[in-house]
């Protein structure tokens, strides 16, 4: 292909990276045309970014050498912190759940601030509460002792 087709399709934008290459090599050459020389200013230009740009991408895939010394504890760091952190809410979850893990009675009662699970036991002294709701006033003044109070 001729470097004026080559041209004409570079700045067309059609290209590939190959043809772009050698249109810089060309450039880079003593062989070009002078009816060409106008172009050379920019071929070589663009040589020199994309030899800046190889040299930076050179330099950032090689890892140095303080990098590499501090990786591994900061893996091993970050590893710790994350297995602490989980056995942390583990922890946490466990606290604040204290019967969901537990096998307590489903039933019970707390009477008098005390904790009662046997039904039987919790139905007497319902029972028994019940019976003391029912007393008349003139009972509830012997049992109190306080005869003034009550009407």
């Excluded at 009675?105 to 601030?113: E, K, S």
Aim: aromatic share 10%; glycine share 4%; with cysteine.
């Amino acid at each position: 292909m001729k470097t004026e087709e080559l041209l004409e399709k570079y700045f067309d934008g059609q290209t590939t990276c190959e043809e772009e290459r050698t249109l810089r090599r060309f450039f880079a050459s003593d062989r070009v045309p002078e009816h060409l020389e106008v172009y050379r200013p920019l071929f070589a230009c663009i040589d020199r970014e994309a030899e800046a740009f190889r040299q930076t991408q050179e330099k950032a895939s090689v890892p140095s050498l303080k990098t590499e010394a501090f990786a591994k504890p900061i893996r091993l760091f970050r590893l710790t912190a994350g297995i602490a952190a989980a056995l942390l809410l583990c922890i946490g979850i466990g606290a604040l759940l204290p019967h969901a893990f537990s096998s307590a009675p489903a039933g019970y009662a707390i009477i008098d601030g005390h904790y009662y699970d046997n039904p039987q036991l919790v139905q007497a002294k319902a029972l028994e509460a019940l019976q003391n709701v029912g007393f008349t006033d003139e009972e509830l003044k012997e049992t109190i002792n306080l005869p003034n109070l009550l009407p």
